[in-house]
């Protein structure tokens, strides 16, 4: 089942429709194998979470375009701002192992006190912007896979559904606006 999501901007009384286009599926049998694996690892992370402060189990894990999978999960610290998200962990694991291969798929996973949650848990704004990164480096789109209890897989072809005003190194080119330029806006 596919949902279409709509959001309205409105700028100078003009209207931007923006669109998110998402795959709700019931029943992860008809993934393939490769696409399996990708979950039951991601499942397996998850087990693996450091996180004695909020008991919230996030695992994850990346396929990569030469087949290559990479898994994770959430670490947090008593410092609550370092911890870190396991896409985070997950992509930065793959990047520095696999520096020239891009990123094909992520699929992320989350547990209470060691329950899989039932609601579909998509990643936080920083790990979008992260996997925006990636998307850019290799001018390739990321699958992203969010797994509830049970066999529920929301599908999103791309971070720019997940992130539709998300911004990349661009933004630092020489052939962008200078500050001066910017700042007569």
């Known amino acids: 089942m596919s949902y279409l999501f709509l959001s309205l901007l409105n700028e100078d009384m003009k209207k ?8 709700l599926h019931e029943d992860y049998t008809q ?14 992370a998850s087990e693996h979470a450091h996180v004695p402060y909020s008991h919230f189990q ?6 990569m375009e030469n087949g290559q999978v990479y898994s994770g999960s ?7 701002p370092s911890g870190l998200c396991a896409e985070r ?4 694991y ?8 891009a990123v094909k798929g992520i699929a992320v996973i989350a547990q209470y006190n060691g329950d899989f949650v ?23 789109d990321i699958k992203i896979y969010i797994m ?17 005003f998300g911004f990349s190194g661009d933004v630092f080119d020489s052939e962008n606006a200078s500050p001066q330029e910017l700042r007569n806006v």
């Open 148 to 164: 509830g209890k049970g066999d529920r897989v929301m599908v999103v072809n791309t971070v720019k559904d997940l992130l539709p």
């Open 118 to 140: 039932k609601e579909l848990v998509a990643p936080c704004g920083g790990c979008r912007q992260v996997m925006a990164e990636y998307e850019h480096k290799y001018n390739h």
């Open 94 to 101: 793959a990047g520095a192992n696999s520096p020239n291969v």
């Open 89 to 92: 962990v997950t992509l930065s």
């Open 58 to 63: 996030v695992g994850a894990a990346v396929l």
């Open 31 to 44: 993934f393939s194998e490769e696409e399996k694996k990708l979950f039951r690892l991601a499942k397996k």
């Open 74 to 80: 959430n670490q947090e610290n008593a410092a609550y």
């Open 16 to 23: 931007l429709t923006i669109k998110h286009i998402v795959e």
